[in-house]
T-cell receptor, first 116, second 111 residues
Framework: DTGVSQDPRHKITKRGQNVTFRCDPI?????LYWYRQTLGQGPEFLTY????????KSRLLSDRFSAERPKGSFSTLEIQRTEQGDSAMYLC??????????????FGPGTRLTVT | AQTVTQSQPEMSVQEAETVTLSCTYD???????LFWYKQPPSRQMILVIR??????QNATENRFSVNFQKAAKSFSLKISDSQLGDAAMYFC????????FGSGTRLQVQP
């Protein structure tokens, strides 16, 4: 297993279009996280899944954003009717939870979205 | 809500020297984890070091060590014998249900 992967790595879209990103976590990891990182800032939490259940959504995740993790494996993040303010790096991370012990999050390379 | 503050937007160090990056945080929890992540230019975020709040001993990973002051809510990262490959953005993070990151410190390493 080579780690967390994300596809595409770069996406340029016009305002108003819909985009979808994919994240493949480390195979044995049961938690998957989405973060957004704007230039010069630290990542900000968007949402996370434990297996296929979406357990928490940040207030940053507007109604135009939706995330899924069917079957508890890969996840998709869709942004509808994109706006210029959506331009950012979208990071995916995964980790393992065993009982009450949470292990480190491992990050993917990110998808850089540019909305023109 | 937890907050993480990194007050040094940029730091510079000479190769082979030691540098300390600062981080403070705010939480009402008593048991938590703190992390330092490194993000090289155009490359993905990697974990540098972690600290469990219940442990009094400061974590160490090779050239990287932390100074964890729980009462002061301070969590600084010391890099010894700095190398050119250490140049990157460094983020301090607090783990609640997810990670809360600081705004980062850009470290430059001068040859």
């Amino acid at each position: 297993d080579t780690g967390v992967s994300q596809d595409p790595r770069h996406k340029i879209t016009k305002r108003g279009q819909n985009v979808t990103f994919r994240c493949d976590p480390i195979s044995e990891h049961n938690r998957l996280y989405w973060y957004r990182q704007t230039l010069g800032q630290g990542p900000e939490f968007l949402t996370y899944f434990q297996n296929e259940a979406q357990l928490e959504k940040s207030r940053l995740l507007s109604d135009r954003f939706s995330a899924e993790r069917p079957k508890g494996s890969f996840s998709t993040l869709e942004i509808q009717r994109t706006e210029q303010g959506d331009s950012a790096m979208y990071l995916c991370a995964s980790s393992l939870i065993k009982g009450s012990t949470a292990y480190e999050q491992y990050f993917g390379p990110g998808t850089r979205l540019t909305v023109t | 809500a937890q907050t993480v503050t990194q007050s040094q937007p940029e730091m510079s160090v000479q190769e082979a020297e030691t540098v300390t990056l600062s981080c403070t945080y705010d939480t009402s929890e008593s048991d938590y984890y703190l992390f330092w992540y490194k993000q090289p230019p155009s490359r993905q975020m990697i974990l540098v070091i972690r600290q469990e709040a219940y442990k009094q001993q400061n974590a160490t990973e090779n050239r990287f060590s932390v100074n964890f002051q729980k009462a002061a809510k301070s969590f600084s990262l010391k890099i010894s014998d700095s190398q050119l490959g250490d140049a990157a953005m460094y983020f301090c993070a607090y783990r609640g249900r997810a990670l809360t990151f600081g705004s980062g410190t850009r470290l430059q390493v001068q040859p």
